[in-house]
């Protein structure tokens, strides 16, 4: 018998006393967990569930339906507005998630690998401007690249242009640059933590072994910070879909995006079945479309080993 079991407090009980204690134990446990768990998974679901039953049903000015069709999803589906709609939000959502990344991953790798001491000044003060107002920031942009903004008389001012452009803003472009920017701290965070947990010795043997820099950082660097980097994508892909304040303010007719389609719904056209069909698709459609980029990165990552 070790020591530990011989100072155990429950050594020297009787086998039914010791299932007695165990089992009191587990109860008080999950008379613990299960409130909490039930609470959030009420929160978590009810919201879901009440926004499927809607997009079964139909709405003739404000009375509602409640008989079982399929025409809500029919016109989600087929409706040329609402499909071009959708494609245009994934597009916007997967290159603002690209260009993120793209950003992120070398502020990510400086502070990790070069920052010393200073890593946490370093994203301290990568967050300070993300303590704004998230309208601020779009309407930041908005002054920025408006035909009398800053862009347009700094280029005026290099004689680039002979007069303001009016290609800056109201148009999809416009939504990326905004969101890359709104998104840019949410993407070097993870990024970060996946560049810390590498481990540096690995990097020095590449190096030893004969590798440069480049080499040694798409073989030994990237691949294991993978995690982060598709963590990263998912972070800024998923939220941006649904994105309604900054198509809003910068986006102007070319910038429309799905989540402003299902405002309008909810709101001026007070038809809310149409409205939840539309939220109902656009969710499976970003499940499928977050699982299909975690199977390419990872597929990328094995051929590259």
């Not at 009980?13 to 909490?36: C, D, H, K, W, Y």
């Amino acid at each position: 018998m070790t020591a530990a079991a011989e100072g155990s407090p429950v050594f020297g009980m009787t086998r039914a006393r010791r299932n007695a204690l165990l089992q009191s134990e587990s109860v008080q446990g999950f008379a613990l967990i299960s409130p909490t768990f039930v609470y959030a998974l009420i929160l978590l679901v009810l919201p879901i569930l009440v926004v499927l039953a809607h997009s079964f049903w139909t709405q003739h000015y404000l009375d509602i339906d409640h008989t079982f069709t399929l025409e809500n999803y029919r016109i989600a589906l087929t409706e040329p507005i609402y499909r071009d709609l959708l494609w245009r939000s994934l597009y916007i959502s997967l290159t603002v998630s690209f260009f993120t990344v793209i950003l992120a991953y070398p502020i990510a790798y400086f502070i990790s690998f070069h920052g010393g001491r200073h890593k946490s000044l370093w994203l301290f003060l990568i967050t300070i401007p993300f303590w704004t107002s998230y309208l601020l920031r779009v309407m930041s942009w908005k002054v920025i690249l408006g035909y009398n903004g800053v862009l347009n008389s700094g280029l005026m001012g290099l004689g680039i242009i002979d007069e303001p452009s009016t290609a800056l803003l109201y148009n999809s472009s416009a939504v990326i640059i905004t969101l890359t920017h709104a998104w840019a701290a949410f993407a070097i965070l993870p990024i970060f933590v996946s560049l810390e947990k590498v481990d540096r010795t690995l990097v020095e043997a590449a190096t030893d072994l004969g590798d440069g820099p480049l080499r040694s950082f798409l073989r030994v660097t990237l691949p294991l910070s993978a995690p982060g980097v598709i963590s990263a994508a998912l972070i800024v892909m998923i939220p941006t879909v649904g994105d309604y304040v900054t198509p809003k303010l910068v986006g102007g007719k070319d910038g429309v995006m799905i989540a402003n389609a299902i405002q309008a719904q909810f709101g001026k056209a007070a038809n809310w079945p149409l409205g939840a069909a539309l939220s109902v698709t656009t969710m499976l459609v970003v499940s499928l479309m977050a699982g299909a980029t975690v199977l390419i990165i990872r597929a990328i990552q094995r051929l590259a080993r």
